[in-house]
C-alpha cells in the first residue's frame, strides 16, 4: 500500500508542475525539499485525502511541510491500514 500511495504523491506533485526528478523518500515536503509552499502542501493534502478517503486534522499542516515523502506516504498508508497515527 506505501508503494501505491507514494506512486500517488509523485504523481500529483508533477499535476502540480513540480519537479520530482531526484526526489526521494528522504526530501522534506517543504522548503528544504521538494519546496511545496502552504497553498500547494494543502492542495496535495486534499488530493490525498480525496484518492484515499482520509481527512487531515487542520493543525497537521504544519507538520506536513516538515515530514518527507517517506514519513508522509508511511502516515498515509498507515492510516489507510487501520494502524494508530502519530499525533504529537
Excluded at 500529483?12 to 525539499?33: K, R, S
Excluded at 493534502?45 to 484518492?51: L, P, T
Amino acid at each position: 500500500m506505501r508503494a501505491e500511495v507514494r506512486a500517488f504523491v509523485i504523481e500529483q506533485l508533477t499535476d502540480m508542475n513540480y519537479d520530482v526528478e531526484g526526489v526521494d523518500d528522504d526530501a522534506t515536503l517543504g522548503p528544504a525539499g521538494v519546496d511545496l509552499e502552504s497553498l500547494a502542501l494543502a492542495d496535495l493534502a486534499v488530493r490525498v485525502e480525496d484518492q484515499y478517503g482520509l481527512t487531515f486534522a487542520e493543525e497537521e499542516s504544519e507538520r506536513l511541510a516538515l515530514m518527507t515523502v517517506g514519513e508522509f506516504t508511511t502516515m498515509v498508508a498507515n492510516r489507510l491500514a487501520g494502524a494508530p497515527s502519530d499525533h504529537s
